[in-house]
């Protein structure tokens, strides 16, 4: 058990979902500490019916922290880890800028949680279009080996965060007024609009958010050898990111091994009845910690390729519930 823990990034988005997780899940500590930026440093928060002041984000700040779960931008966690790490405290990092350290660990509970307690100090929690990918090729994986994945993502403009969300309910209703549209957050109007572009160009027409996809995927299964297509579009959706996935592997998986497959794994949901229209969609998986599939069928045009459809919350499995899930291995392991 970590008897003192701390909440860094407490006040945004994630934060606040990290914050309802603890007391959801009854995380065990003895003291609880929130940081932020020194902008929001001297605010309050609830939490457990009692008034907490945030503080400012600082070295000294995690003296006597013995675990540290962070959500902020990279900047920060580039700076904040090694403040943490040096004074012994642990950190699960839900940041992109630890990701890909080698002598980091790149956890999703469901599906590597042995690599957790291989750590020096941080943990690192995956993007989120990645996290619900590998927990969806997990139970695939090991039935068939999987060779190839094709993905193409409709990530909602919650991941994002708030300044997202809101420029869809402010572009949307500009729109439908016939007023100009002022984008800022996302380079394009977002309403009634697609965007076949998240993050910086990166690798020979591939965005920053797809390569991570390939790269976080080859490090969560320890396989270089899995080859990842992935294609990234921002959508006109609140929260919940889908994914049309396809994945060829070594072994034939059937449709109805797969079904059996997908629900028999922890923390993935089936509703799968194309005939009856059900079938995962994001305004039915807000607000869950599952990862959701449907439209289980074969690819047509490959011998061992399976094809589905996949939803989940982004703000939750894609980034607050994987981080308090590592955090829960991590006090499973102290004991």
């Known amino acids: 058990m970590f008897d003192s823990i701390a909440i860094v990034g407490a006040t945004g988005a994630v934060g606040?979902?990290?914050?309802?997780?603890?007391?959801?899940?009854?995380?065990?500590?003895?003291?609880?500490?929130?940081?932020?930026?020194?902008?929001?440093?001297?605010?309050?928060?609830?939490?457990?019916?009692?008034?907490?002041t945030v503080k400012e984000l600082t070295p000294e700040a995690f003296d006597d922290i013995d675990l540290a779960i962070g959500s902020t931008p990279d900047p920060v966690a580039k700076d904040f880890v090694p403040w943490a790490k040096e004074r012994g405290c642990v950190v699960v990092d839900e940041s992109g800028f630890w990701r890909m350290d080698p002598t980091v660990p790149l956890v999703v509970p469901e599906v590597n949680p042995d690599a957790a307690l291989s750590h020096t100090g941080v943990i690192a929690s995956p993007n989120c279009s990645t996290t619900q990918m590998v927990l969806a090729m997990k139970p695939l994986h090991e039935a068939g080996k999987i060779r190839r994945v094709v993905v193409s993502t409709?990530?909602?403009?919650?991941g994002a965060g708030v300044a997202?969300?809101?420029?869809?309910?402010?572009?949307?209703?500009?729109?439908l007024e016939g007023k100009p549209v002022e984008n800022k957050t996302f380079a394009h109007s977002i309403a009634f609009n697609l965007i076949p572009q998240i993050g910086s160009e990166k690798h020979e027409g591939y965005t920053s958010e797809e390569m991570k996809m390939v790269f976080e995927t080859?490090?969560?299964?320890?396989?270089?050898?899995?080859?990842?297509?992935?294609t990234c579009v921002r959508v006109p959706v609140s929260n919940c990111h889908s994914e049309s996935i396809l994945v060829e592997t070594e072994k034939k998986i059937t449709v109805a091994e797969a079904r059996e497959l997908f629900a028999a794994t922890p923390g993935i949901k089936v509703i799968?009845?194309?005939?009856?229209?059900?079938?995962?969609?994001?305004?039915?998986?807000?607000?869950?910690?599952?990862?959701?599939?449907?439209?289980i069928r074969e690819d047509l045009s490959c011998e061992?390729?399976?094809?589905?459809?996949?939803?989940?919350?982004?703000l939750r499995k894609g980034a607050a519930t994987n981080a308090v899930q590592i955090a829960e291995l991590l006090v499973a392991s102290s004991k």
């Open 16 to 52: 606040k979902i990290i914050r309802q997780l603890l007391v959801e899940r009854d995380f065990p500590y003895k003291k609880i500490t929130f940081l932020a930026s020194a902008r929001s440093a001297g605010t309050t928060i609830e939490f457990k019916g009692e008034q907490h």
């Open 154 to 158: 409709y990530q909602a403009t919650s």
């Open 164 to 175: 997202g969300q809101a420029e869809l309910v402010d572009s949307s209703r500009a729109a």
């Open 218 to 230: 080859q490090k969560i299964f320890g396989d270089d050898s899995i080859k990842v297509c992935p």
């Open 272 to 295: 799968d009845n194309l005939s009856a229209g059900e079938y995962p969609m994001p305004k039915d998986c807000d607000g869950d910690d599952a990862t959701f599939i449907g439209r």
């Open 304 to 314: 061992n390729g399976l094809a589905f459809w996949c939803v989940s919350d982004n």
